[in-house]
């Protein structure tokens, strides 16, 4: 494949989501130069019904997450699968598909599943000379300079591919569908050739995308802590033995751990760089695109640990989760708020505040001080709840990390996770 240049690529994949809306949608889109409208339509009692037998009886907030998956699936996914993000001019991105995807599978929703896939394999495709070069989706899609509709940046963007691969894993079980598996098998192959590397001492760590992007020297990889997912890689280790998961595990806790370091209060960063001859972690340097604060890529870790220490009683994210949000404990209980960007001295940079985060922070905190996450719930989270969204209805990043956040992780049947 032919890559931008290292900076362009870089530039291209960051995505840091701030509060921002207010341009005019056209919701008319364009799907292989085929108009297809997207249509916000009432809500089925059928279909509510459906995913609330999904959920478990003693599920906290249970109709709340079964009537806000039914009003996301109605306002930003089409009737060909494709996921709409309102706020960056109507574009599709892998990460949206994705998340489409695993929500789909934790609410027993096939048939948006399906589409969703359906479409993202048919335009996200990366490809060169007319030729697809690997099962990987490229990042973004949407409108090109020439008016036409398409896949305007090929470069993958590893945490969208690997919440796709884990939706698909525990997709062919709890559905009984071996083509998926398949198709995931065919996935982490690529995953792991694309978008891992060696690092300090021969050990393999997870890039966030290209090689070309985040590699930009011989001794330094730049590297995302809220792409690390444990649990997915955990996942993966038991359908593909051929190549070492767990290893990305342990890195994936050297990062966490190690890099937090770089914060004066502990709290993880968006973008950290690690010298690969001296395993030292440092602050991404002011000349790149990239930015080390702790901000809306970061929330995510909270919840995909949260995850880990649920599904699979890691001690490592239990200790991560406890030591790690010391500081965002201290501001809640001096100020009952939180600052949507902090600086790894613990400053503010922004006075406005970021559901986004409460509901990830909210994972993190139900699993290691329930009564503050029962505040987060009903001073931060239930308030910004009506009729089926969360704060502004184009906002596509709030609706999915606020409903990933709330979801509890033992709705899910633990033999789809566990599986011998």
Not at 110 to 131: D, H, I, M, V
Not at 137 to 159: L, T
Not at 351 to 377: G, I
Request: aromatic content about 12%; hydrophobic content about 40%; some cysteine.
């Amino acid at each position: 494949m032919r890559y931008l240049p290292k900076v362009a690529i870089i530039a291209s994949l960051i995505n840091l989501y701030a509060c921002v809306s207010g341009y005019s949608v056209d919701p008319k889109t364009l799907n292989n130069q085929t108009p297809v409208p997207n249509v916000t339509t009432p809500g089925s009692g059928e279909n509510l019904s459906v995913f609330l037998a999904a959920l478990p009886q003693s599920t906290p907030n249970r109709d709340l997450l079964a009537e806000s998956w039914d009003s996301y699936r109605r306002r930003f996914i089409q009737s060909d699968g494709r996921v709409i993000d309102f706020e960056a001019s109507d574009r599709s991105t892998s990460e949206g598909q994705a998340y489409a995807m695993l929500r789909s599978v934790l609410i027993d929703d096939p048939e948006t599943f399906a589409k969703t896939l359906k479409w993202s394999e048919n335009n996200l495709f990366r490809q060169q000379n007319g030729k697809r070069t690997d099962s990987l989706w490229a990042w973004k899609w949407g409108k090109k300079p020439d008016g036409n509709w398409g896949v305007i940046d090929s470069n993958f963007a590893s945490d969208g591919d690997i919440d796709a691969i884990t939706a698909l894993i525990l997709a062919s079980r709890r559905w009984n569908r071996p083509e998926y598996l398949e198709l995931a098998k065919t996935k982490l192959q690529d995953l792991w050739n694309l978008s891992s590397a060696p690092g300090y001492g021969g050990k393999r760590y997870l890039l966030p995308g290209p090689k070309a992007a985040f590699i930009p020297n011989e001794s330094t990889l730049y590297l995302n802590p809220s792409y690390l997912a444990p649990y997915a890689f955990r996942i993966f280790a038991q359908v593909d033995p051929a190549r070492e998961w767990l290893s990305l595990v342990d890195t994936s806790y050297e990062i966490l751990e190690n890099s937090t370091r770089l914060s004066t209060v502990g709290l993880p960063s968006d973008w950290v760089a690690l010298d690969i001859k001296t395993g030292q972690f440092q602050i991404v340097p002011q000349s790149s695109n990239l930015q080390s604060l702790y901000s809306f890529d970061a929330y995510r870790v909270w919840w995909r640990l949260s995850l880990d220490a649920a599904w699979f009683n890691s001690p490592q994210a239990r200790r991560y989760l406890q030591q790690s949000t010391q500081h965002l404990q201290k501001l809640w209980t001096q100020q009952s708020r939180l600052p949507a960007r902090i600086d790894l001295q613990g400053k503010p940079l922004v006075d406005y505040e970021a559901t986004s985060q409460y509901a990830m922070f909210y994972a993190a905190m139900r699993l290691v001080k329930p009564a503050l996450a029962q505040e987060l719930l009903l001073k931060k989270l239930l308030p910004q709840y009506k009729q089926g969204i969360w704060g502004d209805d184009s906002a596509y990043y709030t609706q999915n990390l606020a409903w990933l956040g709330l979801l509890p992780p033992d709705s899910l049947p633990i033999q789809l996770i566990q599986v011998n």
